[in-house]
């Protein structure tokens, strides 16, 4: 499985970005997948989740009712869009599925598969 992410960059405090997260390989849509961040200089950490359907959704606290999290079966693509953004979401965002469990898990060894990162800075 290779997950490749992309869509960040630099924006001011209060603005908007999105994420995209392409899955390629041995895949299956089925299966769950998340976002998680790590800013420097401490541990990675849960954002988002979602299965297949998009019927079953997690968000961190520090996250939720600013970011939305959404999958697109056909393209085999998860996205989260980040909004009303503060310097504390800077980080280096991660994508990550497995081939074992439907249900979206929020912690780090809920997932085997993992993308390179993409790197989110807010400015204030």
């Known amino acids: 499985v290779q997950l490749q992410a992309f869509g960040g960059g630099l924006v001011q405090a209060g603005g908007s970005l999105s994420l995209s997260c392409a899955a390629s390989?041995?895949?299956?849509?089925?299966?769950?997948m998340g976002w998680f961040r790590q800013a420097a200089g401490k541990e990675r950490e849960f954002v988002a989740a979602i299965n297949w359907s998009g019927g079953t959704i997690y968000y961190a606290d520090s996250v939720k009712g600013r970011f939305i999290i959404s999958r697109d079966i056909a393209k085999n693509t998860m996205y989260l869009q980040m909004n009303s953004l503060k310097p504390e979401d800077t980080a280096l965002y991660y994508c990550?599925?497995?081939?074992?469990?439907?249900?979206?898990?929020?912690?780090?060894?809920?997932?085997?598969?993992w993308g390179q990162g993409t790197q989110v800075t807010v400015s204030s």
């Open positions: 390989g041995r895949t299956s849509r089925l299966y769950a």
């Open positions: 990550a599925t497995n081939l074992r469990s439907v249900v979206p898990g929020t912690r780090l060894r809920d997932y085997d598969y």
